[in-house]
């Protein structure tokens, strides 16, 4: 569960910024959803806590609640970062400029049934090889897939985040949506 909020928090702060630099609502959105998670995981973590409390334990039991707060305060760190793409605020025009001189985005998209990538492994498909797409999550429904490697598969309705130069993006939604084969 630890592990969980930890690899959770590292893909917020990701995408947080992705949301914030390309003002993409619906990586924000994302934001927002993992937020929930953690705040679930995060009360989860500490009832256990707290059901391990017992004179012989105490520190085992003050460790666990304080790394969930801890955890908690990162994933509302890059929820208040997502929250200006949420809200429409404007990005200064010193930031603006300088994500301008990027050369790599994060992207998302999902996998349609029309795909060549649904029900291959990243291995097969070799993406970060052929096209410099690096696939770093893919959310599967409510689950999430972090680091994911050669020998994860790719299924139909998995939404896919990955981190790409620029020229990249319209090959990866073309892949991703069936309008274009590797």
């Excluded at 995981?41 to 039991?61: C, I, P």
């Excluded at 029900?119 to 689950?143: D, P, Q, Y």
Aim: net charge positive.
């Amino acid at each position: 569960m630890v592990l969980e909020m930890k690899d959770t928090t590292e893909l917020m702060i990701d995408l947080a910024y992705s949301s914030l630099i390309y003002n993409n609502q619906e990586i924000a959105e994302e934001v927002s959803h993992l937020n929930e998670v953690v705040s679930s995981l995060s009360l989860e973590l500490r009832r256990m806590a707290v059901g391990r409390l017992s004179r012989k334990n105490t520190d085992l039991a003050l460790i666990l609640a304080e790394l969930s707060y801890s955890l908690q305060r990162v994933a509302d760190a890059a929820m208040e970062i997502a929250d200006v793409v949420l809200r429409g605020l404007p990005l200064h025009p010193i930031l603006r400029r300088s994500i301008q001189e990027g050369e790599v985005g994060i992207y998302r998209a999902k996998v349609s049934p029309k795909s060549k990538l649904a029900g291959k492994t990243l291995g097969e498909v070799e993406l970060a090889s052929e096209t410099g797409i690096w696939v770093f999550a893919i959310r599967r429904g409510k689950k999430w897939i972090y680091g994911p490697d050669e020998n994860t598969r790719i299924k139909e309705g998995d939404i896919l985040f990955v981190r790409a130069p620029d020229e990249s993006r319209k090959l990866f939604l073309k892949l991703c949506s069936g309008k274009k084969k590797l």
